[in-house]
């Protein structure tokens, strides 16, 4: 008991610590300074990541529920080229070969998911519990700690069982919340005895906007102005209960820690001498990182959201505002619920003010009140949305560290893709992303920022969501077009394993030579795959031409012998 109420006091002090912590960010000090050589601390953990519906495939095996994600790419014209994950990377077949490639890598850490309905086919713990779902993750945990790769384990990576959406309206519906806590205490349950970071969310900002307010993700529903803002409600307060629900019943035990992943893109004013542009890049990061990251820490919405939508709503005739209200109650309780944050990162958007008529009828996006801008000159060798501009990452990384008291952080994505028709597993436009951002996070370092590990998003090529198979982002090709889907190392990989091996960046000679030695070992990789059509063709060859032509000639001889018998009758 001692032992407990020290850890309950070390929280508490936590708490106020990082409340006499927090500071004022300061908008008009932006400084792009030259390349840092240097390494990281001692102890810094490097990992890569995936989740559960973009890479397992085995979408109906083993007992298997159906998700949102399922139901929704199996309806056409929802996802480019109406691409499906239903075989994905096939990572549930392939797992320990994927953990020999993070070995390969010398990863620290592996960030995955785990499928709520391959656990809990109908969503609730009450009514089955599928073991093979379980065996499945037993077998992954146990090969990355026998590999010596320490498991970030995922709760929620976006593939809500599909009964819940059904019979409750999914993250619209406040039951999600106990629902939500009963598969995570299962999950602390049967793998929390090796599990010892825990992310109870991945990424909310986009199943709430994306899956409740524009529609472009599952489970695809349009209630604009109020179907975001209802959905991240519900979450954070499902976040908060998975928290007291570990701290209460496993900390004790299995001395592990729980967080969540926001990812936040950086906004920065076009002008730092306008106080309204200043006024509106804050506003854009308040939308989008504070929305769930300031009730966490500090108990409530951001200010500026309760204003601007509250403000709002009363233009519209409404009667309270869109924003629902966490009682007094419910603002102690999520309030200081992260053991970590888990911090995903990609670009940046220049912000200035723009006024959005109430007349309009209400939106997330329309509530904020702002326009976003890209310069031409930014790279952008992929996504339509992600341009390459590393300084935004130290400036984010500052920002979280002054607003939220300099907690502890694990960078859980970051990462660039490609979207091109010719395979050049030769990715320039990668090394050259992992070298600029992971740089400015060193960077981060030094001013204070307290980040504890990296995780490169992502180890395979997988399902993009709505963009299906369009977009690369893996740090190992996967051909889709072959049922075996092999995997073939980019030269980002041998970048990748360069920093890890010497923890950052130890002098400019050596950096210089990664990039050269990496395009080198890439070249063998086009050949190799450059052959894999051919290898396709034999594999036809093998597995349809060979058994139809033997059928044939069985077939033949048979009539032949049924000829040469009637004959001598």
Same mark, same amino acid.
């Given at each position: 008991?001692?032992?407990?109420?020290?850890?309950?006091?070390?929280?508490?002090?936590?708490?106020?610590?990082?409340?006499?912590?927090?500071?004022?960010?300061?908008?008009?000090?932006?400084?792009?300074?030259?390349?840092?050589?240097?390494?990281?601390?001692?102890?810094?953990?490097?990992?890569?990541?995936?989740?559960?519906?973009?890479?397992?495939?085995?979408?109906?095996?083993?007992?298997?529920?159906?998700?949102?994600?399922?139901?929704?790419?199996?309806?056409?014209?929802?996802?480019?080229?109406?691409?499906?994950?239903?075989?994905?990377?096939?990572?549930?077949?392939?797992?320990?070969?994927?953990? &020999?490639?993070?070995?390969?890598?010398?990863?620290?850490?592996?960030?995955?998911?785990?499928?709520?309905?391959?656990?809990?086919?109908?969503?609730?713990?009450?009514?089955?519990?599928?073991?093979?779902?379980?065996?499945?993750?037993?077998?992954?945990?146990?090969?990355?700690?026998?590999?010596?790769?320490?498991?970030?384990?995922?709760?929620?990576?976006?593939?809500? =069982?599909?009964?819940?959406?059904?019979?409750?309206?999914?993250?619209? &519906?406040?039951?999600?919340? &106990?629902?939500?806590?009963?598969?995570?205490?299962?999950?602390?349950?049967?793998?929390?005895?090796?599990?010892?970071?825990?992310?109870?969310?991945?990424?909310?900002?986009?199943?709430?906007?994306?899956?409740?307010?524009?529609?472009?993700?599952?489970?695809?529903?349009?209630?604009?102005?109020?179907?975001?803002?209802?959905?991240?409600?519900?979450?954070?307060?499902?976040?908060?209960?998975?928290?007291?629900?570990?701290?209460?019943?496993?900390?004790?035990?299995?001395?592990?820690?729980?967080?969540?992943?926001?990812?936040?893109?950086?906004?920065?004013?076009?002008?730092?001498?306008?106080?309204?542009?200043?006024?509106?890049?804050?506003?854009?990061?308040?939308?989008?990182?504070?929305?769930?990251?300031?009730?966490?820490?500090?108990?409530?919405?951001?200010?500026?959201?309760?204003?601007?939508?509250?403000?709002?709503?009363?233009?519209?005739?409404?009667?309270?505002?869109?924003?629902?209200?966490?009682?007094?109650?419910?603002?102690?309780?999520?309030?200081?619920?992260?053991?970590?944050?888990?911090?995903?990162?990609?670009?940046?958007?220049?912000?200035?003010?723009?006024?959005?008529?109430?007349?309009?009828?209400?939106?997330?996006?329309?509530?904020?009140?702002?326009?976003?801008?890209?310069?031409?000159?930014? =790279?952008?060798?992929?996504?339509?949305?992600?341009?390459?501009?590393?300084?935004?990452?130290?400036?984010?990384? &500052?920002?979280?560290?002054?607003?939220?008291?300099?907690?502890?952080?694990?960078?859980?994505?970051?990462?660039?893709?490609?979207?091109?028709?010719?395979?050049?597993?030769?990715?320039?436009?990668?090394?050259?992303?992992?070298?600029?951002?992971?740089?400015?996070?060193?960077?981060?370092?030094?001013?204070?920022?307290?980040?504890?590990?990296?995780?490169?998003?992502?180890?395979?090529?997988?399902?993009?969501?709505?963009?299906?198979?369009?977009?690369?982002?893996?740090?190992?090709?996967?051909?889709?077009?072959?049922?075996?889907?092999?995997?073939? =190392?980019?030269?980002?990989?041998?970048?990748?394993?360069?920093?890890?091996?010497?923890?950052?960046?130890?002098?400019?000679?050596?950096?210089?030579?990664?990039?050269?030695?990496?395009?080198?070992?890439?070249?063998?990789?086009?050949?190799?795959?450059?052959?894999?059509?051919?290898?396709?063709?034999?594999?036809?060859?093998?597995?349809?031409?060979? =058994?139809?032509?033997?059928?044939?000639?069985?077939?033949?001889?048979?009539?032949?012998?049924?000829?040469?018998?009637?004959?001598?009758?």
């Amino acid at each position: 008991m001692l032992q407990w109420g020290t850890l309950k006091l070390c929280h508490v002090l936590a708490l106020v610590l990082c409340t006499l912590a927090s500071e004022d960010f300061d908008w008009t000090k932006n400084e792009r300074t030259a390349f840092y050589f240097g390494t990281f601390p001692t102890g810094f953990s490097w990992g890569a990541g995936s989740s559960a519906y973009q890479t397992e495939g085995a979408w109906n095996i083993d007992g298997k529920g159906l998700s949102i994600w399922d139901t929704f790419t199996h309806k056409k014209g929802k996802i480019f080229s109406n691409d499906t994950g239903d075989s994905s990377c096939e990572g549930y077949y392939k797992f320990k070969d994927d953990i &020999n490639l993070m070995k390969d890598m010398k990863l620290n850490h592996y960030r995955f998911s785990i499928s709520w309905p391959r656990i809990l086919p109908s969503g609730l713990k009450s009514e089955h519990i599928n073991e093979k779902g379980v065996k499945y993750y037993d077998d992954l945990i146990n090969m990355l700690l026998d590999s010596k790769i320490t498991p970030i384990v995922t709760l929620y990576h976006w593939d809500l =069982p599909q009964m819940l959406q059904e019979k409750y309206g999914g993250w619209q &519906n406040a039951s999600m919340v &106990n629902y939500f806590n009963d598969f995570a205490n299962l999950c602390f349950e049967r793998f929390g005895n090796r599990v010892k970071y825990w992310i109870t969310f991945s990424n909310p900002w986009s199943i709430a906007v994306e899956g409740y307010e524009t529609g472009e993700h599952a489970p695809g529903l349009m209630l604009k102005g109020t179907g975001a803002y209802k959905a991240a409600h519900h979450i954070i307060k499902a976040h908060a209960k998975v928290w007291h629900t570990y701290d209460i019943q496993w900390r004790s035990k299995q001395k592990g820690l729980v967080g969540i992943s926001l990812t936040a893109d950086w906004g920065e004013p076009v002008d730092i001498s306008n106080q309204r542009d200043i006024e509106a890049a804050e506003r854009y990061i308040q939308f989008y990182l504070g929305w769930f990251a300031t009730p966490i820490f500090h108990g409530d919405y951001p200010q500026v959201m309760k204003d601007y939508i509250g403000r709002k709503s009363g233009q519209q005739g409404l009667g309270a505002s869109r924003l629902p209200v966490f009682s007094p109650q419910e603002k102690s309780y999520i309030k200081g619920t992260c053991d970590f944050l888990g911090l995903g990162h990609f670009t940046t958007r220049y912000v200035t003010q723009k006024n959005y008529p109430s007349g309009l009828g209400g939106s997330y996006l329309s509530d904020r009140d702002l326009a976003e801008l890209v310069d031409p000159h930014w =790279p952008d060798p992929g996504s339509e949305w992600l341009y390459s501009v590393p300084w935004g990452f130290r400036r984010l990384l &500052n920002f979280v560290k002054t607003q939220y008291g300099n907690p502890m952080i694990y960078v859980t994505e970051n990462g660039v893709s490609e979207k091109i028709l010719c395979t050049n597993l030769c990715d320039n436009w990668r090394m050259q992303y992992l070298k600029d951002y992971i740089n400015e996070m060193l960077k981060a370092i030094k001013d204070g920022v307290n980040v504890k590990g990296y995780t490169a998003w992502s180890l395979l090529d997988n399902f993009e969501w709505d963009e299906g198979y369009s977009e690369r982002f893996g740090l190992y090709y996967v051909d889709f077009g072959n049922k075996n889907k092999p995997r073939y =190392p980019k030269a980002s990989v041998q970048y990748y394993k360069r920093i890890i091996s010497s923890n950052g960046f130890p002098n400019q000679r050596e950096v210089e030579s990664w990039k050269r030695k990496a395009v080198e070992t890439c070249s063998s990789s086009n050949q190799l795959l450059a052959a894999d059509p051919l290898i396709g063709h034999m594999e036809m060859v093998t597995e349809i031409v060979v =058994p139809t032509v033997t059928t044939l000639c069985i077939l033949l001889s048979a009539v032949l012998l049924m000829f040469l018998l009637r004959r001598r009758l």
